[in-house]
């Protein structure tokens, strides 16, 4: 299995433009993360998805983010307008709910805010 | 107070030394605990998962948690400096939910 696929693994824009993460989760998994992670406040869970279906979005900071998962292969989180503090490593997670709660990290996308 | 708590660190051992990484959380309904190994510039990956209380052994790693005193810890034996990472605890609160709250990590490294 290839795991779960990120891109772009990097990210250089300026303020105010438009930021499209993408993720493929493993197939068969049927929860998917996204994840913030700097260091200033770790690893933060933005949104989780089970199905499909949004679960928990608690964490998204504010309505610049905004995530969807049309299907069960594919994930985008947007930001738009994005800030230089948006600047982390952004990363999505799958897991299959049927198993372990193990989740399986993708290798990130490190976005830079200028 | 956060969520979930770890020793801040940095925490530096001998080659062939115990380390000892602690977590505190603060939910009582707290069902899963996970710990999780960071390389610098990786993404975490997942060392071992526990949730009874009591040790849970698995190779050089010993998962130890104890629901009364909200407190879980992860013991490295005959520590290696292939294990010098950054560790993060994950708790998820109730049977099978699906969110992972985590610590902000310790650092940990093993010098030879």
């Known amino acids: 299995d290839a795991g779960v696929i990120q891109s772009p693994r990097h990210e250089v824009t300026e303020m105010g433009q438009e930021v499209t993460l993408r993720c493929k989760p493993i197939?068969?998994?049927?929860?998917l993360f996204w994840y913030r992670q700097t260091m200033m406040r770790g690893l933060e869970l933005l949104i989780y998805?089970?199905?499909?279906?949004?679960?928990?979005d608690s964490g998204m900071p504010e309505d610049r983010f905004s995530a969807k998962m049309p299907n069960a292969s594919f994930s985008t989180l947007k930001i738009q307008p994005s800030e230089p503090r948006d600047s982390a490593v952004y990363f999505c997670?799958?897991?299959?709910?049927?198993?372990?709660?193990?989740?399986?990290f993708g290798p990130g996308t490190r976005l830079l805010v200028l | 107070q956060k969520e979930v708590e770890q020793n801040s660190g940095p925490l530096s051992v001998p080659e062939g030394a115990i380390a000892s990484l602690n977590c505190t959380y603060s939910?009582?309904?707290?069902?899963?605990f996970f710990w999780y190994r960071q390389y610098s510039g990786k993404s975490p990956e997942l060392i071992m998962f526990?949730?009874?209380?009591g040790d849970k052994e698995d190779g050089r790693f010993t998962a130890q948690l104890n629901k009364a005193s909200q407190y879980v810890s992860l013991l490295i034996r005959d520590s290696q400096p292939s294990d010098s990472a950054t560790y993060l605890c994950?708790?998820?609160?109730?049977?099978?939910?699906?969110?992972?709250?985590f610590g902000d990590g310790t650092t940990l490294t093993v010098k030879p």
């Open positions: 997670a799958s897991r299959d709910n049927r198993g372990a709660e193990t989740q399986y």
């Open positions: 197939s068969g998994h049927n929860s």
């Open positions: 998805f089970n199905n499909n279906v949004p679960i928990d």
């Open positions: 939910d009582r309904g707290s069902q899963s």
């Open positions: 526990i949730y009874s209380n």
């Open positions: 994950a708790v998820n609160s109730g049977v099978h939910a699906g969110k992972s709250t």
